[in-house]
């Protein structure tokens, strides 16, 4: 893959009765700021934007950690946007309605 810029999305939906979903989910967002990926944090999904190489390493990063924390079952939602003559940026995307 090229290395311009692209935008996910990783909406974690934890089905646990361990604990509180969210925890899970808190533990997943330490996992991509200690990536040191540009990311935005929202209600429903956490936007990621970097090389597509750092954003998958960032989805597989959350996933392996959930596996080796012991989290019983989840959901991953993840979407992805690559641009194949340039990067794409969610500030191109969303800039416009802040």
């Given amino acids: 893959m090229h290395s311009f ?18 925890e899970w989910v808190d533990e997943a967002i330490e ?5 040191g990926i540009a990311h ?4 429903f ?3 990621l934007e970097g090389s597509y190489e750092e954003v998958i390493a ?5 996933n392996e950690h959930l596996l080796s924390r012991g ?8 979407q992805l ?11 191109e995307k969303t800039g416009k309605f802040r």
């Avoid at 810029?5 to 969210?22: E, F, K």
């Avoid at 996992?31 to 990536?35: G, N, P």
């Avoid at 946007?81 to 500030?91: C, L, W």
């Fill in 5 to 22: 810029t692209v935008n996910a999305s990783l909406q974690l939906v934890p089905i646990v009765q361990d604990r509180h979903p969210y």
């Fill in 31 to 35: 996992i991509i700021k200690s990536s």
């Fill in 40 to 43: 935005e944090v929202g209600p």
């Fill in 45 to 47: 999904a956490t936007t």
């Fill in 58 to 62: 960032v989805f597989h990063a959350v």
């Fill in 71 to 78: 989290c019983a079952e989840w959901i991953v939602s993840f």
């Fill in 81 to 91: 946007q690559a641009r194949s003559g340039g990067p794409i940026t969610g500030d």
